[in-house]
């Protein structure tokens, strides 16, 4: 592992990813942003949306623009949780039993529709996506960094679904939606793509070594105690409102403060802005509250929220860490 990187240079590869994708994502540009973010959070991201609209394909650009080990599973009702984790065979040369390692030892793994498979198989995830870890027989197996599940679902009012349990979709950093193209994208996709697909054309334009390096470069970017105050204010009000019966989990706190020190290094800053905070609150919470019969949507909720919570007014630039 070479020296951190500096914000420029974080700034400049995470744009060679975001042009990358975007060769082959059209007209969603907050999506793919948010994508890149959660990788580079060290967290997991959940694509919710009808069929059609690119969720796997989103999923399939970003691994394809970084030069590291993918993984694609198809869930369905019969995928087994040791499709998943691994199984432990009989080696008749040796005369032991020997680990094979399943699907989810890669450094991204690509979860394609996640909820048509059973509760039980989706349950396989959880270790590994809270503690980077797979046990097998009672072997706990280390998996690599980074370690991304990218996963798509799709509305649980369509046939053959199951809702995923509060506990696993907990574990992902943010959720978001794709939604349909407007005109003008819808077209161009239509116009680029009668002879070729252009996903066939990417190549990875960076190294799993600078990956590591801008994760690296990501944690260490500067949250000042006011806006760590805000973040933890936001949450809070989530478990104090009369509208939702389950409000935020202290590790949605987490996500969102390490999604907030990415999403600031994307945009070439040494520290994270309230702007930061309110750019990501959307898609780090919602998915992780319970309203109450009859209350307003969850997006409406969580926005009077923001809209409630006082903005920091206190120092929020690394200079005072510099001085010390």
Do not use: W
């Not at 802005?273 to 609150?281: G, Q």
């Amino acid at each position: 592992m070479t020296d951190q990187l500096d914000s420029a240079e974080f700034h400049r590869n995470a744009e060679l990813i975001l042009r990358n994708v975007e060769t082959v994502i059209d007209g969603k540009p907050e999506a793919v942003q948010i994508a890149l973010v959660t990788l580079l959070a060290e967290g997991h991201l959940l694509i919710e949306d009808v069929p059609g609209v690119g969720k796997t394909m989103l999923a399939k650009a970003l691994a394809k623009s970084v030069n590291c080990s993918v993984r694609r599973i198809q869930f369905t009702p019969d995928l087994l949780p040791s499709d998943i984790t691994g199984v432990s065979a009989y080696n008749q040369v040796e005369g032991d039993f020997e680990f094979k390692p399943g699907a989810v030892f890669a450094n991204i793994v690509i979860g394609d529709e996640i909820n048509r498979a059973s509760p039980k198989t989706q349950s396989a995830l959880l270790e590994a996506m809270e503690e980077r870890q797979v046990t097998v027989d009672g072997t706990t197996h280390a998996l690599g960094m980074p370690f991304t599940v990218v996963a798509t679902q799709n509305p649980l009012e369509m046939e053959g679904t199951y809702a995923l349990p509060e506990a696993q979709l907990d574990r992902f950093m943010a959720r978001i939606s794709m939604g349909y193209p407007d005109v003008s994208s819808e077209l161009a996709m239509v116009q680029g793509r009668n002879s070729d697909n252009p996903f066939d054309a990417m190549d990875p334009v960076v190294s799993i070594d600078q990956v590591q390096q801008m994760i690296a470069a990501a944690r260490a970017v500067y949250v000042s105690p006011s806006v760590e105050q805000y973040c933890v204010d936001i949450v809070q009000a989530t478990r104090q409102d009369p509208e939702l019966r389950l409000g935020a989990s202290p590790r949605a706190t987490l996500a969102l403060v390490r999604a907030a020190k990415a999403s600031a290094g994307v945009q070439g800053r040494e520290f994270v802005l309230p702007d930061d905070i309110d750019a990501l609150v959307l898609p780090v919470l919602c998915h992780r509250l319970i309203t109450i019969r009859g209350a307003q949507a969850v997006e409406d909720i969580v926005s009077r929220i923001v809209a409630e919570t006082a903005v920091p007014a206190g120092e929020i630039s690394p200079s005072v860490v510099r001085q010390r």
